[in-house]
């Protein structure tokens, strides 16, 4: 580590001689803190343990469970020894996480207890991996957690720099594949302060830790709170009942939201006529109507936002009200332009491609350099969004290029190819075109509009149990419609754009 380095292990020990016995994490589902002080002790512990079973800088750490201390403790462990988490979403397919893994090749598991018999059946192909530990709470037939943290002693140095990479995310599958992004130490810190700073962060906070620890936003959430000296409120698992009541009993005080968390909150919240007036912020993407139902209810101020896990969760942020309808401005440390087709900047109102550059962009896509040419070309991070400019520098979200077109429904990210691909292994299948529509719940949902083969008859909701038998539940179509025809293009190819205007609905 060098003089100008500053790395997740650096801020652990720095908060546990800022803020000592303050605490820094509740574990709800088992009424249990830990101080700021303590979580170092208990880091290093494990860290120690993790060095001793073979760990060494840049060995991956793959993680497959809920929220829990246990989680929180390798995110500290991994950075004090220079290993990269690998945390896997939970809601996939068998054959996505095996995928996810494998493509990381980790040097070690931990799962919890539920995901144990699905680890074991993907194992022959997980050949990287020395060992399996349980995760939360000694649950399940793997190794003890506990015993790591047994091995604990001294803690070798293992060199840790900022820009050493610490967690690699997978996004949405592109081209049938996903990618793993790879992000620093520096890219969380960045995101740190960027939340700290918009969101007027104290040690007086209480972040209600709700959003699933393998997503870049809780993650981001999770840091930016621990980093403020806020204490970290952890819910293993969203529930709105539960959500209320954390915030009434610890004074919670700010979330990040995907819909619809935050309207089943004021739902729960109308129902138990409770006061959530401690919840001051909020930030995330929601609709304007739940967010004035918010500031309504709280008084609190809601906070909107553009970006990927590629931009460490942020490139620009603002309060709603500053412009209703925008996300917001360009972040203090990042620099955005739009560019058109052709890589060439457009002027002010035009919409063109979202390119940033800054401390916030992730390292690269893990194993992929061609991709990582294209996507770092001319020296910006090129997402593949589209958007525009105002007179005052507020950005306008106008959707995916057409090659990457992305539907969001609750905050998740699916590619429509992905789903197609799966819809055209239905034998009754002949063509599909799959897109995002409103939806009052998910705030986008997924359709797919299907030509059937010649005899065939499909109902709904069959294919919507086909899908969800072969990847995440998430990503299968809530919307099926099924036509005699598709309009088509002059080269044959389905007319994606005028079956959207046919289908899409209101």
Not at 118 to 131: D, F, N, Q
Not at 234 to 261: G, H, Q, R, Y
Not at 298 to 309: A, R
């Amino acid at each position: 580590m060098g003089t100008h380095d500053f790395t997740l292990h650096d801020l652990i020990v720095r908060n546990a001689l800022c803020f000592g016995d303050r605490p820094a994490w509740f574990e709800a589902d088992e009424n249990k803190t830990l101080s700021f002080a303590r979580y170092r002790e208990s880091i290093d512990r494990l860290a120690s343990g993790l060095q001793k079973s073979g760990i060494v800088k840049g060995d991956r750490i793959g993680v497959l469970g809920k929220n829990s201390l246990e989680y929180f403790l390798l995110y500290g462990a991994a950075a004090a020894v220079g290993a990269i988490m690998l945390p896997v979403n939970w809601r996939l397919s068998a054959d996505e996480i095996s995928f996810n893994l494998s493509d990381c090749m980790p040097a070690i598991i931990f799962a919890d207890g539920e995901y144990q018999e699905l680890i074991e059946t993907i194992r022959p192909g997980l050949a990287s991996v020395k060992a399996f530990y349980n995760l939360k709470a000694d649950e399940g037939r793997f190794a003890s957690f506990a015993s790591l943290m047994e091995e604990g002693g001294g803690l070798s140095d293992f060199d840790v720099g900022e820009e050493d990479g610490f967690v690699i995310i997978h996004t949405a599958a592109v081209a049938g594949r996903p990618r793993g992004a790879l992000l620093s130490h520096r890219n969380i810190s960045c995101s740190s302060l960027h939340f700290h700073t918009a969101l007027k962060m104290t040690p007086e906070d209480v972040h209600l830790n709700l959003l699933p620890m393998f997503h870049i936003a809780g993650l981001a959430m999770m840091f930016q709170s621990f980093h403020a000296g806020a204490l970290n409120v952890n819910m293993s698992k969203f529930d709105a009942v539960k959500a209320v009541e954390l915030i009434v009993e610890k004074k919670c005080s700010v979330m990040f939201d995907f819909a619809p968390i935050l309207s089943l909150i004021l739902d729960q919240q109308e129902k138990s006529a409770k006061s959530i007036e401690s919840l001051r912020a909020v930030v995330g993407i929601e609709s304007l109507e739940t967010m004035e139902r918010y500031r309504k209810v709280s008084g609190g101020t809601f906070h909107v936002m553009y970006g990927q896990t590629e931009t460490s969760c942020l490139a620009t942020l603002g309060r709603f009200d500053e412009r209703p309808g925008s996300a917001g401005r360009p972040i203090l440390l990042g620099r955005i332009e739009l560019f058109d087709e052709y890589d060439r900047p457009v002027p002010v109102g035009r919409t063109g491609e979202i390119a940033l550059k800054g401390p916030m962009v992730f390292k690269g896509y893990w194993n992929l350099p061609e991709d990582n040419a294209h996507t770092f070309r001319d020296g910006w991070h090129h997402t593949g969004d589209l958007g525009r400019f105002d007179e005052e520098g507020f950005l306008w979200y106008a959707g995916r290029k057409a090659e990457k077109e992305l539907i969001k429904p609750g905050g998740e990210n699916v590619y429509p190819a992905e789903v197609e691909k799966v819809i055209l292994q239905h034998p009754a299948v002949e063509a599909t075109v799959v897109f995002g529509v409103p939806d009052p719940k998910w705030k986008e949902g997924i359709k797919a509009v299907c030509k059937l083969k010649k005899g065939a008859s499909l109902e709904p909701g069959e294919l919507v149990k086909f899908v969800g038998e072969r990847i995440a539940g998430y990503k299968k179509p809530r919307y099926v419609e099924v036509v005699e025809e598709f309009p088509l293009l002059a080269d044959g190819s389905a007319d994606r754009a005028e079956i959207k205007r046919r289908h899409g609905g209101a």
